[in-house]
C-alpha cells in the first residue's frame, strides 16, 4: 500500500522533538511511552522512525512480540514545526540493535538539526 503525506505532516515528522509511542502488553493492553523521533523519516519510501534506549528491555521484547505500535505527534513546543495537528501514524516496528553507519549518522545529523551541536569536552 502506498503510503504519503502533505508538506504540513512532513514539518511535524521532521520537526517534532518527542512523540508517543504505543505498544501493546502481552496481556493484551496497551503502553504509551515517550520517544526521540528526531525528523527520521523517508516520504518516498513511506516510513516514519524514532530512536529509544536499546536498555529499555521489556519495551523492546514487547515489541518483537507483537510489532504493531501507533507513534502520536502531539506537541510542538519543543520541535520546529508551528501546526496545531494532532498526527497518529500506525504501524509495523522494525528494530535496529546494531544500526550501521549510515543510520548512525542520519540520527546524529537530525539530533543536531534539531538539538544544535553536541557538546563535547569533560563533564
Known amino acids: 500500500m502506498a503510503v504519503s503525506w502533505s508538506e504540513e505532516i512532513d514539518a511535524i515528522f521532521g520537526g517534532d522533538l518527542t512523540a508517543a509511542l504505543t505498544y501493546l502488553t502481552p496481556a493484551g493492553g496497551a503502553v504509551a511511552t515517550c520517544v526521540a523521533p528526531f525528523g527520521l523519516r523517508d516520504r518516498q519510501a513511506g516510513w516514519v522512525g524514532f530512536t529509544t534506549s536499546l ?3 521489556k519495551k523492546l521484547d514487547r515489541i518483537e512480540r ?3 505500535v501507533a507513534l502520536a505527534f502531539h506537541a510542538r ?3 520546529t514545526s508551528s501546526s496545531q495537528r494532532y498526527v497518529l501514524v500506525q504501524g509495523r516496528a522494525e ?3 546494531d544500526p550501521d553507519a549510515a543510520l548512525r549518522t542520519l540520527v546524529y545529523d537530525q539530533a543536531v538539526h534539531i538539538l544544535g551541536p ?3 569536552g569533560r563533564l
Open 55 to 57: 536498555g529499555f528491555g
Open 66 to 68: 507483537d510489532r504493531h
Open 77 to 79: 513546543e519543543h520541535g
Open 95 to 97: 528494530i535496529v540493535p
Open 118 to 120: 553536541i557538546k563535547r
